[in-house]
């Protein structure tokens, strides 16, 4: 009686917890109580889903992440693995009895398990100083294949006379000579590559099947187990043409490697279809144009044969998997900012499967989603909404159902700010232009609400309807936000995508101009309290933006460009850089860099502008940042510069960075706040 009592008291006290809160508006301390769902791995007969549980730790300023299983209907669900660790990529064998998987949990290596689903017995496989990279099973499930990066020596020429014994001297210098020898995230580059491997499901010592001086991508093997396809840049100008990969088939016995395509352009990301005749894999004809459509191809396993099957689709086509009969593909795509599967024939017809994937990105509101098909045709998707980040969710078609709703616990007393879809046209050539409104907690149109423009980087790239924290936490704050796919966006096509081709930042300003001008017309806002943010792309726009008006009462520019001259020579992608978005080197053209970096306008600016910018990102190195911020303080503009300690250009590999950096940016506008 007396345990009875306890729990039925406990029960009460939670009871009245529950029906007492009170609704209030989300918090930044929030941001470490959203969890998302990622990696949805559907067994191969689809009764079953893995998956990963992405959270976060309040004390250790961590992201974390669990496996769990559930029955395809949702029934049965429960984690796999449990503890503040990080356990992804979960990949099941082709009978369905075992997962491979890798997990840090036993120390801070990150390594490879092997569990068998019946008893939940885990076992390492690996114990390897570097982290397997993308997995794949054989298909008598007896071996897994896998790339990893392999350090070697790097020679250099300055040799060091001896140092007298007990000396302490300075770290000897560092010798570099490739053009690319620093990456935004890993910082200065380890001599080495990405090269395959096989190791038995058994366990025991993997085994190393190639030794080139190139990367070499994910391996997939063929029907037999004898090959394995992937995808590398073999070429001797690799470093300086970075996107001329081809497939190439490599029988594991003998370690020959046979090349199955010569196009100029990627080809990348094979697929073998269900017989093992066919491969199918993605890439473009490379035209050095700033966006080019990735395309669909499929040729035999020895390379003859060669079929393009999506010309005229116009969309990017992504994550690619052979229908159980080997008569079509399925395939990832967004469209206007809806990331969707769907179905595409041999011969090229084109059928949508499911809509609203999406919500990884919990910081912005970018497309981004991930799905996995059975072999019966049934699928698990990452489901996305702009009230929500990324759900579980499975269809087989027809039908689709939701299976998680793992922030229900936070929103169920936290209100969000309302989402609606806007188009306008472009003051410059009356292009469509798609934007979100997003609109504060209890919002009364009546009133007159402060308005944030918050513009996406890429620029090739998009946003769409799904949940953003930053552009949640803006309206929670008060402030109606728009945020928009101006030209240049994808998804939308490679005509509007390259309509920035050589001309960024440009006409994208009116696009821009053209929205906040489309909201304010709705009466409910503030037109003396109009600010403007953005990252990376979104900073460079900023930034031009700035330059060009003073109708923003304040700007935040974040991790930008402001000198294309600099940055093409600084950044972690230089061969990349210079050679797709201007038409020649820098010191070829200087006004070409001049004319479009936002440094050059900075005499006009007059708007009180913010620089913030992770101090270890190498994608737009914070010397832009530091240009503009000595330039804008020269000309008397009000002006700050934020730096986040330890933060590469996704500034969020810490929640707290992103809680600093929405903080930063609200604080600001909040200053300059009529």
Known sequence: MKSFLKTLSLILLTVHFCFGQIQSNLELIDIFNMEFISSPEISPDGTKIVYVRNFKDVMTDKNLSNIWISNYDGSNMRPLTTGNQNDFGPKWSHDGKKIVFKSNKEDSKMKLYFMWLDTKEVVPLTNLPQSPGQVTWSHNDQYIAFNMFVPKEHASIIKMPAKPEGAKWNTPPTYIDNIVYRGDGQGYLKPGNMQLFTLST??????????????HGPPIWSKNDTDVYFSANFHKEEA???????????????GKISTLTKRYGPDQGPALSPNGSKIAYTGFDDTYQGYQVTELYVMNTDGSNTTIISKGFDRDVANINWDAKGDGIYFQYDDKGDTK????TLSGKVTTITENLGGLSLGRPYNAAEYTVSNNGKFAYTLGGTNHPSDLAVSDGKTTKRL????????SFRNLGNVEEIWWKSSYDQKDIQGWIVTPPNFDPNKKYPFILEIHGGPFSSYGSVYSAEIQAFAAAGYVV???????????GQEFGNLIHHDYPNHDYDDLMSGVDAVINKGYVDDKNLFVTGGSGGGVLTAWIVGKTDRFAAAVVAKPVINWYSFVLYADSTPFFYKYWFASKPWEDPMSYIKRSPLSYVANVTTPT????????????????????TALKLENVETAMVRIPGASHGIANRPSNLIAKIASILAWFDKYKN
């Open 404 to 411: 998680t709703a793992v922030n229900d616990d936070l929103f």
């Open 610 to 629: 913010m620089l913030l910018t992770g101090e270890e990102d190498y994608r737009t190195p914070i010397a832009e940042s530091e240009q503009f911020y």
């Open 482 to 492: 728009l945020y928009s796919n101006p030209r240049g966006s994808t998804s939308y």
């Open 240 to 254: 300086l043409e970075p996107n001329d990969s081809e497939i190439h088939k490599l029988n594991v016995a003998k």
């Open 202 to 215: 058994d366990g025991g010592s993997p085994r190393q099947l190639t030794f080139t001086e190139f990367d």
């Open 341 to 344: 599967i769907g179905h595409i």
